[in-house]
């Protein structure tokens, strides 16, 4: 296959990062017999620096003609970085909120894993945690109490706020639909959140996520409260494959998923809209307190290009190839400093590039 990627390496660590990630999809081209090819797009401080806005029209469409995004992250650091002099709507993080909302990436998907040989960084005890967990939480990135009309006003003498939350049944649609297909990669379970109890827009969600449920009999479906679900993570995160959910509960949810499994620098992300389209991301930022030390973890981007290999270009097996190079480093012994522990051989961010390479076989 022939891929046309765009790549926006950002600020920070993201150049590091990326450089990285670009290794081990060229190794993947070659064992594989693909070819990447890579569109270098500035978005964030870099494009600050050169075009003076964080996101040019030019960037969006050149993006829009990939087949999908490779991100590194972007910003600096807020006290010193010249760019946070700028007004908020021209600051780096304008970049990525507008670029999300260009492409129509509706969809945000983070796994949870916890590799069995990262286990003593998860707070929750051995029991619970023996064997690990692979979940994928999928967030309705669009909609929801975020996007809703807000307004703060006097109302009898007394300053009341108001933010509205709704959500049309396409909107719904669109996402479940997504949740599903993505099940039908993985262990083919959907556990749906909501708080149906109590809101008519979950009361809507359920009612939509059954019907598309129709369509795909393979899958299993439950619906969980969110409140439930809180309690559930902690208590038996094995249980879960694709949790699927609105706008807030996923932006809850997914970090405290993403607490349990150690470093944020292990923490891939995927958005993605109605086509194959997706922009690939590591869950973490610029990192400016370690950029250009040599030292960042790259298994965050790495695993997020092994994200768009499967979500956006349908290569299962090279996905599997990648991740199966990570878990093997990390069975090695190999670290980088962020999940360093005793007895362990630190490396540092193009050793780990290079290592996860050597491990990519067919
Ligand atoms: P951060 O995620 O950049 O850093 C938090 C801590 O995690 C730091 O100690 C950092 O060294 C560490 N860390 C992060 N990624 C790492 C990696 N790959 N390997 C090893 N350690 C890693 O969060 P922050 O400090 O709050 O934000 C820094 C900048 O990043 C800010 O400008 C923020 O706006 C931006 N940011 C960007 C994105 C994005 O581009 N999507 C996301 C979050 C934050």
Known sequence: MKLKIGVIKGDGIGPEVVNEAMKVLDKVGVVYGHEFDYTQL???????????????????????????????????????????????????????????????????????????????????????????????????LTGGLYFGERSTEEKNGVLTATDSLTYTEDEIRRIAKRGFDIAMKRRKKVTSVDKANVLDSSRLWRKVVEEVAKDYPEVTLEHMLVDNCAMQLVKNPRQFDVILTENMFGDILSDEASMMTGSIGMLASASLNETKFGMYEPSGGSAPDIAGKGIANPIATILSAAMMLRFSFDLDQEADAIENAVENVLKDGYRTIDIMSEGKVQIGTAEMGNKICSYITK
Do not use: H, Q
Not at 65 to 84: C, F, Q
């Open 42 to 140: 500035l978005m964030g401080g870099a494009s600050i620096d050169t075009y003076g806005v964080p996101l040019t029209d030019e960037t969006i469409e050149l993006a829009k003609n990939s087949d999908a995004v490779l991100l590194g992250s972007i910003g600096g650091d807020a006290k010193t970085s010249p760019w946070y002099k700028l007004e908020p709507s021209k600051r780096p993080e304008a970049g990525l909120l507008k670029i999300r909302k260009a492409l129509n990436l509706f969809a945000n998907l983070r796994p949870a894993v916890l590799y069995d040989e990262l286990k003593g960084a998860c707070p929750l005890k051995e029991e619970i945690t023996e064997g690990g967990f692979d979940m994928m939480i999928m967030r309705e």
